[in-house]
């Protein structure tokens, strides 16, 4: 039995690491059912009896891009947030700079979060279950933000589910032709027109 080391274990991380990128690439150019694993071994330079070391199959290869990417953003965005120093809006506006500055620099990544093929109930339960925690982060913010008069919306849950849609479908058009600090601040100036409660003027 070989013995596995920690630096034999971050081979193994950097090398699935690698397939995963050459993966989503892929997917992101082309219709799921038209990616062989024989190209995906092949731009990730590795052979394809590797591809099944690390992935069943090429739905598994799949869901894991997806899982591996959608993880790192959520990663990325609790880090940067701070319910102790930050107020609400100061985290919203974490959650929508971060995850437009994900989709600038990993282009390929969020082109394939844009389409789902038809998965098993497993294989839809794990991806569902990671989508409903970015929801569920931004569904917090609010929250927050109505429990200090700071936001005002009778159904947090429902926005919590728009605004990912909206910088997603802002993002479609926009990725190519629009400068990333302008759509940022359009996005935001929206959001936070829907929901900032308003000051009264006498």
């Known amino acids: 039995m070989r013995k596995v080391t920690k630096a034999m274990q ?77 107020g609400p809006e100061e985290n919203m506006e974490v959650v929508i700079r971060e995850t437009i500055r994900f989709a600038y620099q990993t282009p390929h990544l969020f082109e394939v979060m844009r389409t789902v093929p038809s998965w098993g109930p497993v294989e839809r339960a794990k991806w569902d279950a990671k989508r409903r925690e970015f929801k569920d982060l931004i569904e917090s913010i609010i929250c927050r933000g109505i429990s200090q008069g700071i936001f005002i ?38 959001v936070k027109a829907a929901i900032t409660v308003k000051e009264d003027v006498c």
């Open 10 to 86: 971050v081979l193994d991380e950097q090398k699935r690491a690698k397939i995963l990128t050459a993966a989503a690439k892929l997917f992101a150019t082309q219709p799921f059912h038209k990616v062989l694993l024989s190209d995906v071994a092949e731009a990730a330079s590795v052979g394809k009896g590797t591809l099944y070391t690390y992935f069943k199959n090429k739905e598994d290869l799949y869901l894991s891009v997806l899982y591996s990417g959608f993880s790192r953003l959520i990663h990325c965005l609790r880090d940067r947030m701070d319910e102790e120093a930050y």
């Open 153 to 190: 919306d009778p159904h947090p849950e429902l926005t919590a589910r728009y605004i990912p849609g909206f910088v997603r479908s802002a993002l479609i058009d926009g990725i190519e032709t629009i400068d990333r600090e302008a759509l940022t601040d359009h996005i935001l100036r929206f």
